[in-house]
Nanobody, 119 residues
Framework: QVQLVESGGGLVQPGGSLRLSCAAS????????MGWYRQAPGKQRELVAA???????NYVDPVKGRFIISGDNAKNTVYLQMNGLKPEDTAVYYC?????????????WGQGTQVTVSS
């Protein structure tokens, strides 16, 4: 099982920026998709952004134009650049990777990193 280690969360003022990183504990040869999810208190976990191994990206409407997801397959790392942060972006952010190994499909989740947007 691949472990994911996230970093980059913290406290930021509205309008500020943060960059989240998520690195896999070992090489993954067949990554299908890497993504970022978030869960605010009392709400369900939701997809924020995802990127395929081919570089195709997908964003949830509230973050379009503000967040940018990018990946480095060689480093098995995915990033989320968050600009123009709003209080409603406050949540625990999780990364997820979908990959294949020996003919089977797997998913791994990171432990989560807190992002708080407040003045």
């Amino acid at each position: 099982q691949v472990q994911l280690v996230e970093s980059g969360g913290g406290l930021v003022q509205p309008g500020g920026s943060l960059r989240l990183s998520c690195a896999a504990s070992k090489s993954i040869f067949s990554i299908d998709t890497m993504g970022w999810y978030r869960q605010a208190p009392g709400k369900q976990r939701e997809l924020v952004a995802a990127i395929t191994s081919g570089g195709r990206t997908n964003y949830v409407d509230p973050v379009k134009g503000r967040f940018i997801i990018s990946g480095d397959n060689a480093k098995n790392t995915v990033y989320l650049q968050m600009n123009g942060l709003k209080p409603e972006d406050t949540a625990v952010y999780y990364c997820k990777v979908d990959y294949r190994s020996r003919g089977a499909s797997y998913s791994s989740w990171g432990q989560g990193t807190q992002v708080t947007v407040s003045s």
